[in-house]
């Protein structure tokens, strides 16, 4: 072992004044296959051989059994062991629809096959709930008793009974999203697996003719779900989004007729949004709808039609803030809609956007807002903006995608990823005593949720990567799914694909590994073992007053593990994110012990003032 106690100048750093947040670009291709994989962490049911994410086992293997139904299989929402059925249909029709438009792109990265294996996995279970053709169980598991226990899916003790609608106990919105699904689902499948696209369709038809024959709102059925899925919007909008979907995959012109028959009643033409999530559908149906309209669909249909299509472009005005009336923002230009899991309005508001986009310059056409016309170009740049900010483009320098970039959540509101895996020790956790040893540890998650879309920050774009603080460190399948078609269609391009014509998945093709080549490492200097480089990442201006966030990469040059760091850290003026205070001095985060040869940490802090000055005070090399 050497111990070196030296000073170290600090390394010359580099100004790079630019545009807020405008980093050098991110890899989106990686973005996607990470957030594809988040998907197989919440499976429930007997695991595949190839499931990828091998800290998970079988789980919910009784599930529907005291109904006398097969319920096994299908998603956990979040972060805890429940099945619900709302939000579930909802995160299948948003990664079918993100195959649908940019299943080319899907294809060229290699992640086509993993994406339909992911909207498959739904669909299998959504046909199982619906064993009768008008009755679907819509949730698997308590939210109360399951939010009682911190267990993995694996030991789950908690109550699994399950909960349908029925002509008596009807659940319009709940079958109307689940038609949806279907529906768009036998898009994606067409081709590659027609029989049972078919399948899909029968039950699409099945459940949409539920939906509309027996009205009601499913939470007065499923009282349960009221906690945690309480259908605000009720079922109109889930009508009309099931009979534009109905009608994508079917090309029958009742389904078209119900949407220009129905807009006025149902609230299509007359809501202006400024959201789109699981609950409120409006602003996709709009947007849906618009792109009927621009492909020449509407026939006698157009007056009506051109009214969805106006409130589709008042919701796109209102994310650029060039409207009537806008979204909100963080300081950092997020959109900003709740407290609580924000993040999964992002996404899909990001993912209108994109399409509408596209949609737009496929049409040759511009935007009418009130600020005036908007290019297709700066809605896709709007998107664009929204989903670098989620990969850390942001006043933290915060990835929230769990294992994308260097600075990440740690410890994310998740039971299966903050308890040790089954697979490493298979002693039972008890409901309560998973509280006690788990939920309460102040480390790092013991299995890391590779993809994971965190609740994301508050309205200042400030965050605490605490494991009880759910608001913020929960994931959701459904601030994922449409993240699929965003990252695709930014990691590959538009490629001259004209978005109005009808469309054709391609079959997937298996994304072949490169092939591996050996790197043998340069030879560590011995002046400067350890190198400080920083550079300005992006400037702002609030109340009058310059901020600047400054990252700072620390690499180990040297040939040997760099343990113990003491940094010396002066003329710091603002928040640091990255390193642990240690008296005078700043050492490695709690996530990291040492850093191997030739690796780096990067830490970033924010202040209206010049670079700070970081030099090292100690260290050991071993």
Known sequence: MEKFVRLISMAPFFL??????ALAGHDYGQALSKSILFFEAQRSGYLPHNQRVTWRSNSGLNDGKASGVDLVGGYYDAGDNVKFGLPMAFTITMMSWSIIEYGKQLGSS??????MNAVKWGTDYLIKAHPQ??????????????????????????????????????????????????????????????SYANELLIHARQLFDFADKYRGKYDSSITVAQKYYRSVSGY?????????????????????????????SMGGTGWGMTEFGWDVKYAGVQTLVAKFLMQGKAGHHAPVF??????????????????????????????????????????SASFLTTVYSDYLASAGRNLNCAAGNVAPSQLLAFAKSQVDYILGDNPRATSYMVGYGNNYPRQVHHRGSSIVSYKVDPTFVTCRGGYATWFSRKGSDPNLLTGAIVGGPDAYDNFADERDNYEQTEPATYNNAPLLGLLARLSGGHGGYNQLLPVVVPAPIEKKPAPQTKITPAPASTSAPVAIVQKTT?????????YYRYSTIVTNKSAKELKDIKLSISKLYGPLWGLTKSGNFYAFPSWITSLAAGKSLEFVYVHSASAADVSVSSYTLA
Not at 152 to 177: C, F, H, Q, V, W
Not at 245 to 262: C, E, R, S, V
């Open 236 to 264: 109109n909008d889930e009508l009309l989004w099931a009979a534009a979907w109905m009608y994508q995959a079917t090309n029958n012109q009742y389904y078209l007729n119900y949407l220009g028959n129905n807009g006025d």
């Open 110 to 115: 290699g992640e086509l096959g993993h994406a």
């Open 16 to 21: 790079l004044l630019c545009l807020p947040f």
């Open 306 to 347: 051109e009214k969805y299509q106006q409130k589709a472009e008042y919701f796109m005005c209102s994310c650029l803030g060039k409207g009537s009336r806008n979204v909100q923002k963080t300081p950092g230009g997020l959109i900003f809609r709740q407290r609580w899991n924000n993040m999964q309005f992002v996404t």
């Open 538 to 546: 992006a400037t702002w201006i609030a109340k009058g007053k310059t």
């Open 133 to 194: 053709p008008d009755v679907l169980y819509g949730e698997v598991g308590d939210g109360n008793t399951d939010h009682h226990c911190w267990q993995r899916p694996e030991d789950m003790t908690t109550d699994r009974r399950a909960y349908k609608i029925d002509p008596s106990n009807p659940g319009s919105d709940l079958a109307g999203e689940t038609a949806a699904a279907m529906a768009a689902a036998s898009i994606v499948f067409r081709r590659s697996n027609p």
